[in-house]
């Protein structure tokens, strides 16, 4: 009876553990220096950061108007796939970024390219998406090229910068991907604001 009771506990404890393994989450993946590390080898790292993913959400307000949307954006080496599901036909908005190429696919499942897909983005989010420099903006640091910084004095984090006519804001950092990875940020120019919230960043 007791050789029994054992060999019953013992498969209970198994099923127990296996099922453990089962359910626990892998470990996140690590490819940046730290989220503790200088600010100046975190933004070393960022600028070579040429694959990662991002969801969560934003609030747009231009030309009087305002919506929110969810996002879900995807940089793989050159190439960038964004999608905003929300109001105002953005349902099922697709656009693809591969250098300066530019295609959209709008929620009429139409898909346009060049200069008709630059018009749809701006007629559905009522100004020009600065997909250029979008890519490193995500990230919280400016483009390559001439840009205003706003910096701590003594970490040199930077915390915002005034690029291409835009002003933007990191709000927020949070630990992930073994960075302080922009958490809430607000990019801005004269007719148009745009306030994102990272859910969650993944390689």
Do not use: H
Not at 54 to 81: C, E, H, I, P, T
Not at 129 to 149: F, K, N
């Amino acid at each position: 009876m007791r050789a029994r009771l054992r060999v019953a506990c013992g498969a209970a404890a198994l099923l127990a553990l296996l099922a453990g393994c089962r359910t626990a989450p892998p470990p996140a993946p690590v490819v940046g220096p730290g989220a503790d590390a200088p600010w100046p080898q975190q933004r070393a790292a960022l600028e070579k950061l040429d694959i990662y993913s991002l969801n969560g959400r934003v609030a747009v307000a231009a030309k009087g108007q305002g919506f929110s949307a969810s996002l879900r954006y995807r940089q793989q080496g050159q190439r960038a796939d964004l999608s905003l599901d929300g109001p105002m036909g953005l349902g099922g908005m697709r656009m693809q970024v591969a250098d300066r190429e530019v295609s959209v696919t709008n929620s009429r499942g139409e898909k346009l390219d060049g200069d008709a897909a630059r018009s749809e983005i701006e007629n559905r989010l009522g100004f020009a998406l600065p997909l250029a420099e979008l890519r490193w903006w995500l990230l919280g640091i400016p483009a390559p090229g001439e840009a205003d910084l706003i910096q701590d004095a003594a970490t040199g984090e930077v915390s915002g910068f005034v690029q291409s006519g835009w002003k933007v804001v990191v709000n927020a950092r949070a630990p992930a991907m073994g960075f302080a990875m922009p958490q809430r940020l607000t990019a801005e120019r004269e007719d148009a604001r745009l306030k994102l919230l990272v859910e969650q960043w993944a390689p």
